[in-house]
């Protein structure tokens, strides 16, 4: 029988569809959206769940922004206004404040010794710097060289955060500076969404695992240590679930294993139309397909669609190409944006930025192409030579990919659009804040 081939579909449908498909995915209860509370100190890289609001003022009191003296302004009007050699305001050191420590009232004509982070005492008005003093130790007195305005060097109650205010809001990736930011309005506890499962396949007779003797026909698995890393670093659960034989039996068997325990399934290989490559009939048996072959290069061999559970509710599931490039380039584009989503974050794809080429690309393809590149220490973007999708180590050459439009050619200083290797890890999206304003 004859296969029916499909337009390839442009990459900007695929992303319509995918986005749409992932967020009903998780708007129902097949979507299994639970949270869990964890410790602030252990919660980098989840997903927030619920809004931080917080119960305190950050800071909690005035306190001085550098070692030195409060003061009460009024009292050094008079102070730098004459040279060095003249008349300037000297203060008797009342009090030490240091971190941790409440003084008491400041009355005029008093000075207090004041540290960095320790609440401004009462009738202070400002903080006068070490450096523009000069303190005698016998008499127990400062000398005071310059005026100063009132609320100077003052870091005030409540300036960085506000009771009430939403600090830190749900849907939100957790950085090292949000955790920061948890933990100064006392949140030991956070509500986050629990990380998607994500089981991994690799189909092929031909592969071998590292550390066992390479068969001649044979190569080493590569595909199964990029989509795991690959799906870690996108703070999810890979699961796993090894090498699939190419045969159709062994392929549904493994998928209706996979579809019970992830929310996502990915292979790599075996979907394209070839008489060893099982994968679309053994999802087409075990569940659907939305949409396979795409208008892009590398990854041309794309499919996406769902798998049956048991209990009647689905499993998403993405087949990659086999070729290393190819796999890795679809995750980024295509497998990250859905996990985004699975993980309780807003949909987002890579925000490229307009560099300038160095290279030149006479071919234009009709398909929409990656191309492995580097960022100069010129501002300007080269590519890898070999842009061949089996040319694994152009990826960790590169840290960024040019996107290339159907049709599209290069000289050398023309504008390209770069996507950097962070923002394919971590899309950016204006729907993420780490304040509320």
């Not at 410790?39 to 909690?60: C, I, K, T, W």
């Not at 086999?322 to 989503?341: D, E, I, K, M, W």
Request: glycine share 10%; hydrophobic share 45%; net charge negative.
């Amino acid at each position: 029988m004859a296969t029916a081939f499909k337009p390839l579909m442009p990459l900007d449908e695929a992303w319509s569809n995918l986005r749409a498909a992932a967020e009903q995915h998780v708007a129902g209860a097949q979507g299994q959206r639970q949270t869990e509370s964890v410790n602030s100190f252990e919660a980098l890289g989840r997903v927030l769940a619920q809004a931080v609001v917080s119960p305190v003022d950050v800071p909690p009191l005035d306190n001085s922004a550098m070692d030195g003296y409060a003061v009460r302004a009024a009292d050094l009007v008079q102070a730098g206004q004459a040279d060095v050699d003249g008349p300037a305001v000297t203060l008797p050191q009342a009090q030490r404040i240091a971190a941790g420590q409440v003084g008491v009232a400041l009355q005029a004509g008093q000075c207090a010794r004041i540290f960095t982070g320790a609440p401004v005492p009462d009738g202070a008005d400002a903080v006068v710097m070490q450096e523009h003093t000069t303190a005698d130790v016998a008499t127990g007195t400062v000398r005071f060289n310059e005026p100063v305005k009132a609320g100077q060097n003052i870091r005030r109650r409540g300036e960085d955060i506000a009771q009430g205010q939403a600090v830190l809001q749900a849907g939100l990736r957790l950085t090292a500076a949000g955790l920061g930011v948890a933990a100064s309005v006392g949140a030991a506890e956070l509500t986050v969404f629990k990380r998607p499962r994500v089981g991994i396949l690799t189909t092929g007779n031909e592969l071998v695992m590292p550390g066992q003797p390479l068969p001649p026909g044979a190569i080493y698995n590569s595909n199964r240590h990029t989509l795991r890393g690959l799906v870690q670093a996108a703070g999810a659960q890979a699961q796993d679930l090894g090498i699939v034989p190419d045969n159709l039996e062994a392929t549904r068997a493994a998928l209706r294993q996979a579809a019970e325990t992830s929310d996502l399934v990915i292979s790599s290989g075996g979907v394209s139309v070839g008489e060893e490559d099982h994968l679309r009939n053994a999802v087409l048996a075990e569940g659907g397909l939305d949409f396979w072959a795409l208008a892009i290069k590398p990854g041309k061999p794309f499919v996406f669609g769902w798998l049956q559970r048991a209990d009647g509710s689905r499993a998403l599931y993405m087949g990659l190409p086999g070729n290393p490039v190819a796999s890795y380039v679809t995750f980024l584009l295509l497998a990250r944006p859905v996990l985004g989503v699975l993980a309780g974050e807003p949909w987002a794809l890579p925000q490229a930025l307009s560099l300038t080429a160095d290279f030149s690309w006479p071919k234009a393809d009709k398909r929409r192409e990656f191309a492995r590149a580097r960022l100069n220490a010129d501002g300007r973007v080269t590519l890898y030579p070999n842009q061949g999708s089996g040319v694994l180590t152009s990826a960790v050459w590169a840290d960024g990919l040019i996107d290339l439009l159907p049709g599209q050619t290069v000289q050398p200083g023309d504008t390209v659009a770069y996507l950097p290797l962070p923002e394919l890890l971590q899309p950016a999206s204006g729907a993420r804040q780490l304040v509320a304003g």
